[in-house]
Protein backbone atom coordinates (compact mmCIF):
# COMPACT_ATOMS: atom_id res chain seq x y z
CA UNK A 1 0.00 0.00 0.00
CA UNK A 2 1.11 3.15 -0.78
CA UNK A 3 1.99 5.51 2.29
CA UNK A 4 0.66 9.70 2.46
CA UNK A 5 4.14 10.87 1.28
CA UNK A 6 4.38 8.28 -1.93
CA UNK A 7 0.68 9.23 -2.76
CA UNK A 8 1.45 12.67 -2.42
CA UNK A 9 4.42 12.63 -4.64
CA UNK A 10 2.58 10.89 -7.28
CA UNK A 11 0.21 13.62 -7.29
CA UNK A 12 2.76 15.68 -7.85
CA UNK A 13 4.60 14.33 -10.55
CA UNK A 14 1.29 13.65 -12.79
CA UNK A 15 0.30 16.98 -11.91
CA UNK A 16 3.57 18.70 -13.12
CA UNK A 17 3.65 16.55 -16.67
CA UNK A 18 0.15 17.04 -17.21
CA UNK A 19 0.06 21.15 -15.98
CA UNK A 20 2.96 21.28 -19.05
CA UNK A 21 1.52 19.15 -21.17
CA UNK A 22 -1.83 21.09 -21.53
CA UNK A 23 -2.27 23.87 -19.30
CA UNK A 24 -3.74 25.38 -15.99
CA UNK A 25 -7.33 25.65 -17.64
CA UNK A 26 -7.12 21.75 -19.69
CA UNK A 27 -5.36 20.30 -16.34
CA UNK A 28 -8.57 19.30 -14.29
CA UNK A 29 -8.12 17.15 -10.46
CA UNK A 30 -10.47 14.37 -12.07
CA UNK A 31 -7.74 14.22 -15.08
CA UNK A 32 -5.03 14.13 -12.48
CA UNK A 33 -6.87 11.70 -10.24
CA UNK A 34 -7.41 9.40 -13.11
CA UNK A 35 -3.59 9.53 -14.32
CA UNK A 36 -2.26 8.81 -11.14
CA UNK A 37 -4.73 5.91 -10.59
CA UNK A 38 -5.56 7.85 -7.15
CA UNK A 39 -9.16 7.87 -5.38
CA UNK A 40 -10.43 11.86 -5.06
CA UNK A 41 -10.46 12.22 -1.75
CA UNK A 42 -7.04 11.88 -1.40
CA UNK A 43 -6.68 15.06 -3.27
CA UNK A 44 -8.38 16.92 -1.26
CA UNK A 45 -6.49 15.02 1.52
CA UNK A 46 -3.33 16.86 0.57
CA UNK A 47 -4.69 19.81 -1.26
CA UNK A 48 -6.86 22.48 -0.63
CA UNK A 49 -7.94 23.64 -3.92
CA UNK A 50 -6.83 23.14 -7.17
CA UNK A 51 -5.03 26.44 -7.08
CA UNK A 52 -3.04 25.14 -4.04
CA UNK A 53 -2.30 22.08 -6.02
CA UNK A 54 -0.39 24.28 -9.43
CA UNK A 55 1.21 26.78 -6.09
CA UNK A 56 2.97 23.43 -5.68
CA UNK A 57 3.74 22.80 -8.60
CA UNK A 58 4.90 25.92 -9.48
CA UNK A 59 7.51 25.32 -6.14
CA UNK A 60 8.66 22.17 -7.40
CA UNK A 61 8.92 23.33 -11.76
CA UNK A 62 11.26 26.54 -9.94
CA UNK A 63 13.19 24.04 -7.62
CA UNK A 64 14.17 21.86 -10.55
CA UNK A 65 14.78 25.06 -12.96
CA UNK A 66 16.85 26.30 -9.74
CA UNK A 67 18.94 23.29 -9.76
CA UNK A 68 20.23 23.38 -13.36
CA UNK A 69 20.69 27.11 -12.94
CA UNK A 70 23.03 26.59 -10.08
CA UNK A 71 24.96 23.59 -12.04
CA UNK A 72 25.49 25.56 -15.43
CA UNK A 73 25.90 28.91 -13.90
CA UNK A 74 28.35 28.49 -10.77
CA UNK A 75 31.13 26.81 -12.51
CA UNK A 76 33.66 29.92 -12.19
CA UNK A 77 35.92 27.66 -14.23
CA UNK A 78 34.15 28.83 -17.35
CA UNK A 79 34.06 32.36 -17.85
CA UNK A 80 30.52 33.77 -17.49
CA UNK A 81 29.25 34.78 -20.93
CA UNK A 82 30.18 31.23 -21.90
CA UNK A 83 28.19 29.87 -18.90
CA UNK A 84 25.05 32.21 -19.64
CA UNK A 85 25.31 30.97 -23.30
CA UNK A 86 25.63 27.31 -22.64
CA UNK A 87 22.68 27.33 -19.66
CA UNK A 88 20.12 28.92 -22.08
CA UNK A 89 21.28 26.25 -25.39
CA UNK A 90 20.73 23.55 -22.64
CA UNK A 91 17.32 25.13 -21.52
CA UNK A 92 16.17 25.58 -25.87
CA UNK A 93 17.59 21.96 -25.92
CA UNK A 94 14.80 21.04 -23.13
CA UNK A 95 12.30 23.42 -23.80
CA UNK A 96 12.25 23.74 -28.07
CA UNK A 97 10.41 22.92 -30.51
CA UNK A 98 11.68 19.09 -30.26
CA UNK A 99 11.38 18.80 -26.99
CA UNK A 100 8.82 16.13 -25.22
CA UNK A 101 6.93 19.05 -24.09
CA UNK A 102 7.93 22.17 -25.37
CA UNK A 103 8.00 25.78 -23.60
CA UNK A 104 8.70 26.91 -20.23
CA UNK A 105 5.84 26.23 -17.49
CA UNK A 106 6.40 29.80 -16.31
CA UNK A 107 5.58 31.75 -19.11
CA UNK A 108 3.02 29.39 -19.93
CA UNK A 109 1.48 30.13 -16.87
CA UNK A 110 1.82 33.51 -16.96
CA UNK A 111 -0.10 33.89 -19.91
CA UNK A 112 -2.66 31.26 -18.87
CA UNK A 113 -3.20 32.52 -14.91
CA UNK A 114 -1.34 35.32 -14.69
CA UNK A 115 -4.61 37.89 -15.01
CA UNK A 116 -6.95 35.77 -13.00
CA UNK A 117 -5.10 34.17 -9.62
CA UNK A 118 -3.48 36.66 -7.32
CA UNK A 119 -1.71 33.68 -5.58
CA UNK A 120 -0.37 31.84 -8.68
CA UNK A 121 0.30 35.59 -10.40
CA UNK A 122 2.69 36.52 -6.76
CA UNK A 123 4.82 33.18 -7.41
CA UNK A 124 5.22 33.79 -10.87
CA UNK A 125 7.11 36.93 -10.40
CA UNK A 126 8.97 35.63 -7.62
CA UNK A 127 10.24 32.99 -9.93
CA UNK A 128 10.95 35.52 -12.59
CA UNK A 129 12.71 37.65 -10.25
CA UNK A 130 14.98 34.74 -8.77
CA UNK A 131 15.80 33.82 -12.20
CA UNK A 132 16.41 37.09 -13.61
CA UNK A 133 19.05 37.43 -10.23
CA UNK A 134 20.65 34.84 -11.74
CA UNK A 135 21.70 35.78 -14.85
CA UNK A 136 22.13 39.10 -13.25
CA UNK A 137 24.92 37.54 -11.07
CA UNK A 138 26.80 36.34 -14.02
CA UNK A 139 26.55 39.01 -16.01
CA UNK A 140 28.14 40.90 -12.81
CA UNK A 141 31.09 38.25 -12.89
CA UNK A 142 31.51 39.11 -16.61
CA UNK A 143 31.57 43.19 -15.96
CA UNK A 144 34.20 42.31 -13.29
CA UNK A 145 36.18 40.61 -15.58
CA UNK A 146 36.14 42.79 -17.93
CA UNK A 147 34.03 40.66 -20.87
CA UNK A 148 31.47 43.40 -20.79
CA UNK A 149 32.04 47.14 -19.93
CA UNK A 150 31.36 48.62 -16.73
CA UNK A 151 28.83 50.93 -17.29
CA UNK A 152 26.60 47.66 -17.87
CA UNK A 153 23.56 47.54 -15.86
CA UNK A 154 23.13 43.54 -15.27
CA UNK A 155 19.73 43.93 -13.94
CA UNK A 156 17.94 45.63 -16.80
CA UNK A 157 20.14 43.40 -19.05
CA UNK A 158 18.85 40.60 -17.37
CA UNK A 159 15.27 41.26 -17.21
CA UNK A 160 16.18 42.05 -20.85
CA UNK A 161 17.49 39.09 -21.94
CA UNK A 162 15.19 36.45 -19.93
CA UNK A 163 12.31 38.36 -21.78
CA UNK A 164 13.76 37.89 -24.80
CA UNK A 165 14.06 34.30 -23.79
CA UNK A 166 9.95 33.96 -23.18
CA UNK A 167 8.81 35.94 -26.27
CA UNK A 168 11.47 33.50 -28.31
CA UNK A 169 9.46 30.38 -26.37
CA UNK A 170 5.88 31.88 -27.09
CA UNK A 171 7.21 32.49 -31.40
CA UNK A 172 8.49 28.94 -31.01
CA UNK A 173 4.90 27.32 -30.41
CA UNK A 174 3.15 30.08 -32.94
CA UNK A 175 5.70 29.07 -35.53
CA UNK A 176 6.22 25.65 -34.37
CA UNK A 177 9.84 26.13 -35.16
CA UNK A 178 13.04 27.02 -33.11
CA UNK A 179 14.18 29.66 -35.58
CA UNK A 180 13.08 32.51 -32.99
CA UNK A 181 15.00 29.93 -30.37
CA UNK A 182 17.98 30.51 -32.54
CA UNK A 183 17.60 33.98 -33.25
CA UNK A 184 17.31 34.50 -29.00
CA UNK A 185 20.85 32.61 -29.06
CA UNK A 186 22.36 34.83 -31.86
CA UNK A 187 21.41 37.90 -31.03
CA UNK A 188 22.31 37.65 -27.32
CA UNK A 189 25.07 36.41 -27.62
CA UNK A 190 26.59 37.16 -30.75
CA UNK A 191 25.89 40.82 -31.25
CA UNK A 192 24.00 42.24 -27.66
CA UNK A 193 27.14 40.39 -25.63
CA UNK A 194 29.73 40.01 -27.96
CA UNK A 195 32.74 42.18 -26.55
Same mark, same amino acid.
Given at each position: ? /? ?30 ? =?????? #?? @? ?10 ? +? ?16 ? &?? @? =? ?5 ? #? ?33 ? @? ?15 ? =? ?6 ? /?? #??? =?????? #? ?19 ? /? ?5 ? &? ?5 ? +? ?7
Amino acid at each position: M /ATASTTREHLLEVGLRQLRSTGYTATGVKEVL =DLAKVP #KG @SFYHYFPSKEAF +VGELFERYAEQELARAQR &LL @S =DTSTPPL #KRLRHYFEELISVYGHRAEISGCLIGNMSLEVADH @SPKLQGQLQSIYTYWQG =DIADVLRQ /AI #KRG =DLKKST #KPDALAEFILNSYEGALVRMK /AEQSDLP &LQNFLYF +VFDVLLKN
